[in-house]
């Protein structure tokens, strides 16, 4: 049995007397795609936010390989677990090619060659190659979205956590977004999503999670949880999601 | 009758205050980039973090404490009375010994302009979307870089407008430091007046070079606002669907 890269442990998350996440429990494998999906207000992004320490948990431990993330060297560990947002947080001042490059010369202190070929050929996987000297507010939404997953790649992070990369995206862009994730998924990245997109999420995961209320209601393979969901719960979102 | 004996002042005591000009510029021009220095530093302490250990949190609370300090005090006593207090407080406390003067005004005027620069760094703080600071973090970027690499570029971009601003007020308001013997354009312009008993026509005179060399820097300094926004186009290399097509990396570092 391999070592989990991310344990997730009885993880506890409250803002003032809100409990946001109550006693969230999985593991997270080499290589795994992993779905979360729920209603918004459920928890899912609150936390992906606490796995990359954007928020601060209350209880529970996080594990990367089995060390507590509370005792690593937090720029580090986050360079190895990167995040992708929904409003994508490029740095609006840096051109699409220095946004891929400044992390891997601040934090893993490449040489500028070195970090400039990393970006390039990640650019190039992404499709942004022409647009390497653009700045982001000349970018589209789904384009944006595509350096910002090439910004992600570059750091050669051991889990992608992106969350809900297209709920932002006008929905012809959506699609260009989803294919880069999936031929991600296809290259044996692990990845954590969480998203609204279900057929997507069918197709590329491995696992699927139902969030609700703060629980994870369901743990499952996507056959599972789409075929033949075991919780009334996941049912009932399912219907009410598939129906629209 | 009046321009004749504002030529005459000219004749006699022109070049001691294109002189002073020199000098007002120069304590202006410093005192400002120091005060942005300071402003900019203060940003960055004032965003630090705070610490999990009781210990660095209250380091942490001291030093925004006197920096908080620091810019009421500053921002709520005249330059011209801070002047007097720091060049006869220095004489005070050396025994007599003052300090030389032109530095001394650059000193004053640096830190009240950080004074108020360290306010108008923190608006400008506060205004850049708190993504930034996240897909910095996310990325694994601490505080000092996510300051100085993606925030503050981008904040002084923002506060341009409000920096120039300052050196305009800068360039005025060094006419203060006439109080200690500065030797900037008021002190040449009063003691030509004080000389020739023309005083109404030396301080015309005085009044147009101030406004000239405001309303000149005002200007230039627009061109620059407007020079670094950037142009609005791309160049795109390659192409998307011809891979053949040749990319170029601009090289821009």
Known sequence: MMEPIIKVDHLVKNFGKNEILKDISFEVNKGDVISIIGSSGSGKSTMLRCINMLEEKTAGEILFHGKSIDGLKRSEYRSKAVMVFQQFNLFENMTVLKNCVIGQREVLKRDKEEAKNKALHYLEKVGMLPYINAKPKQLSGGQKQRVAIARALAMDPEVILFDEPTSALDPEMVGEVLSVIRSLAGSGLTMLIVTHEMTFARDVSDRVIFMDGGVIVEDDTPDVIFGSPKMPRTREFLTRILSQ | ?253
């Open chain 2, 1 to 253: 009758m009046f321009f004749e004996s504002v030529a005459n002042i000219w004749n006699k005591y022109g070049g001691s205050i294109m002189g002073g000009v020199g000098n007002t510029m120069l304590i202006a021009l410093i005192g400002t980039v120091m005060g942005l220095l300071i402003g900019l530093i203060n940003g960055i302490i004032r965003t630090v973090p705070k610490s999990k250990n009781g210990f660095i949190r209250f380091i942490q609370s001291l030093i925004n404490f006197i920096i908080t300090a620091y810019v009421e005090i500053f921002r709520g006593t005249p330059m011209m009375v801070q002047a007097m207090l720091i060049f006869w407080g220095y004489a005070f406390a050396s025994g007599g010994v003052t300090l030389p003067l032109i530095p001394s005004g650059i000193f004053i005027v640096s830190i009240n302009t950080g004074a108020y620069i360290t306010e108008i760094v923190r608006g400008g703080i506060i205004s850049i979307d708190r993504g930034q600071f996240e897909g910095a973090a996310s990325l694994g970027m601490n505080h000092f870089q996510t300051m100085t690499r993606v925030v503050i570029p981008q904040v002084m971009r923002n506060i341009l407008p409000s920096v120039s601003n300052e050196f305009v007020i800068n360039i005025k308001d060094t006419s203060v430091l006439n109080v200690i013997g500065v030797t900037e354009l008021y002190y040449y312009a009063n003691s030509a007046a004080k000389q020739s008993y023309k005083t109404f026509e030396a301080f015309a005179i005085a009044c147009v070079i101030y406004f000239v060399l405001t309303f000149s820097i005002t200007r230039l300094l627009r061109l620059v606002e407007r020079l670094l926004e950037g142009k609005k186009n791309y160049t795109i290399f390659g192409s998307q669907t011809d891979p053949a097509a040749e990319i170029h990396v601009k090289e821009d570092e």
